[in-house]
């Protein structure tokens, strides 16, 4: 694929992660931070790549394993951690949540 | 083509890219439902949905072949970080991102070096006739390596101060910033050479450049106080979602522009939320070494002030009789895995008709949102849980405050005292109730080394006891007073 049109996906991914989360409340700023710290874990193709990349090159490989180890900790222990932090905000039975009915109207 | 119709599909470029355009979608619907509090948890459920796909669509590319040793290093990887995020506490959770962070930087860093390495004309995959590699990717290589790296080390000083293996305190030296900007000038040049140069037989520079972020990315985050923590985490976030943009770039991976573009921006936007909420610059929190000036110009005027100190039986009959609690939790609560304690106390003053809120710092704790999750895990109910602006024109009609191992976030200097390191930034207005109880261990300065005005004010008390059981004994007094 060509620079440019690679810098075109850059651009438009800038501008839609500050849209996306521009208004978040102080409540989901750590859970928010971990899970976005997951999705970076997505350098573990990265590392998959690599190592296909350094075929005969054995401090390469080494190299490369190293990248999808660390890969798969930051993409399996991102999400994990990010979940546990928000299965406390697990709905309670009690139905007194008015203060945010317009988050209730948005469920599927 | 031998390869049977279903395997020549799967592996098919476009069909692997339309894979990747459905992780993004489902990357950016994920993040969507991560910003509001009902759909959150679903919402990181989508974004791992997302990696799977994004995963399994590069293990079907035709050049990856080696699945032992992938599945070797997933299995390893999964081994470690399993365990360690299943049993982190809740209270050490933000160094847990810290590292998870971090062994993402290093993962681009190291991705980095394999792609140098395989431009070597002495290298395999019969690369004598790519010895011209494109600038543009040589610069995005050298960016992915410098980022990556400073994430790396960056990330585990974080990781090693929160956890108290080196001090949380500001580790200054003299002249350091000079010293941080020739490295990095240093790792710039370096990175200006092998671009110009191209990469054939500059291994050892490209080590030199690794060697040099690394050691910048421990000197950038050692001066930083442990108060300010969670801005480097969230801003070493953005730079990790930068260096896998970068990656991408260097790869010809549209999953990994994407990802790593989302976090950068995203995590951008976080780290500039969190400053704010302090009042202070990304610039300030990085340079300054908050705290080391203050805790000397505080120490001389410490001999003409004076504190109470309170009981447990005392504090109890002071809750109990009011019509309108505040509790301001803070990091001492969270430490002490008070947070259960606190929320029995709650109850019980609430069958007695007291009125009790929760005011919630935006920087509670050491992590935007500590506060929150702790006490939703005590089953605190979410609408007692009352942020800064909410509260604070009600603290003059509060009769009592009750702050449990909050410091900072409570000091009135904030408001008054244009010498204070924190002059400027928001704070709980506890002082304007009509009587303030403090739980606390003692009275050294809280975790930015600044004395709180706050302990000395009239209609302040002192409760020294740790959180946890400080809370213990006035809820049995309480109970006590049937």
Not at chain 2, 42 to 60: E, K, P, Q, R, Y
Request: charged content about 15%; overall charge negative; proline content about 5%.
């Amino acid at each position: 694929m060509d620079l440019l049109t690679e810098l075109t996906i850059f651009v438009l991914a800038c501008f839609v992660g500050f849209e996306v989360i521009s208004k978040v409340p102080n409540t989901l700023h750590t859970p928010l931070m971990s899970g976005t710290n997951a999705i970076h874990g997505i350098v573990i193709l990265g590392g998959f790549i690599a190592l296909a990349t350094a075929s005969d090159d054995t401090l390469g490989k080494v190299l490369a394993f190293i990248a999808i180890v660390f890969g798969t900790i930051n993409v399996v222990g991102g999400f994990l951690v990010t979940d546990r932090m928000l299965e406390m905000f697990k709905q309670r039975p009690k139905p007194q949540r008015a203060i945010e009915p317009e988050v209730e109207t948005e469920k599927p | 083509m031998t390869t049977p119709p279903l395997a020549s599909f799967l592996q098919d470029e476009d069909f692997i890219s339309a894979c990747y355009i459905a992780a993004a979608i489902l990357f950016i619907v994920g993040l969507r439902r991560l910003s509001h509090p009902s759909t959150a948890r679903s919402g990181n459920l989508v974004a791992a949905v997302g990696m799977a796909i994004a995963i399994a669509a590069t293990l079907l590319k035709e050049e990856i072949t080696d699945y032992a040793l992938i599945a070797a290093a997933v299995a390893l990887g999964t081994l470690i970080g399993v365990p360690a995020a299943r049993s982190v506490k809740m209270t050490a959770m933000p160094q847990m991102v810290a590292l998870f962070n971090g062994v993402g930087g290093g993962a681009v860093a190291l991705i980095a070096w394999v792609e140098f390495r395989d431009f070597q004309p002495t290298g395999p995959a019969g690369n004598q006739s790519q010895e011209l590699v494109a600038t543009d990717v040589m610069i995005f290589l050298m960016f992915s390596t410098i980022v990556g790296a400073i994430s790396f080390w960056g990330s585990n000083i974080a990781f090693g101060k929160l956890q108290e293996l080196i001090s949380g305190k500001p580790i200054q030296v003299p002249g350091q910033q000079v010293v941080n900007g020739l490295i990095l000038l240093a790792a710039l040049a370096g990175a200006v050479y092998l671009v110009a140069d191209g990469p054939v037989d500059n291994e050892p520079i490209f080590i030199a450049v690794l060697a040099l972020a690394s050691l910048l990315g421990m000197l950038m985050v050692l001066p930083i106080g442990g108060a300010d923590m969670p801005v480097v985490i969230s801003m070493l976030n953005a730079f990790t979602g930068l260096s896998a943009a970068a990656a991408g770039f260097t790869l010809d991976n549209t999953a990994l522009i994407v990802a790593g573009t989302l976090v950068g921006a995203s995590g951008t936007i976080l780290t500039r939320l969190m400053s704010e909420a302090m009042n202070r610059s990304l610039g300030n929190v990085l340079f300054a070494g908050f705290g080391a000036p203050v805790a000397a110009a505080a120490a001389g005027d410490d001999g003409d002030k004076t504190h109470r100190s309170t009981t447990p039986d005392d504090v109890a009959i002071q809750l109990a009789y009011a019509s309108k609690v505040v509790i301001v939790p803070g990091y001492g609560m969270a430490v002490a895995q008070a947070q259960h304690a606190v929320r029995e106390l709650t109850d019980e003053l609430e069958k007695r008709g007291v009125e009790v809120d929760f005011a919630i710092h935006p920087v509670a704790g050491r992590m935007p949102g500590h506060m929150n999750v702790l006490l939703a895990e005590a089953d605190v109910s979410y609408d007692k849980l009352k942020e800064m602006d909410e509260i604070n024109p009600e603290f003059p009609y509060t009769d009592v405050s009750l702050v449990i191992g909050a410091n900072d976030v409570t000091n009135p200097a904030a408001r008054s005292d244009e010498s204070s390191p924190i002059y400027g930034m928001p704070i709980l207005d506890v002082d304007k109730s009509q009587a303030v109880i403090v739980i606390k261990r003692s009275m050294n300065p809280g975790f930015a080394g600044i004395d709180n005005a706050l302990y000395y004010e009239e209609n302040t008390s002192m409760l020294f006891s740790d959180a946890k059981s400080g809370v213990a004994s006035i809820l049995s007094e309480v109970k006590e007073l049937g």
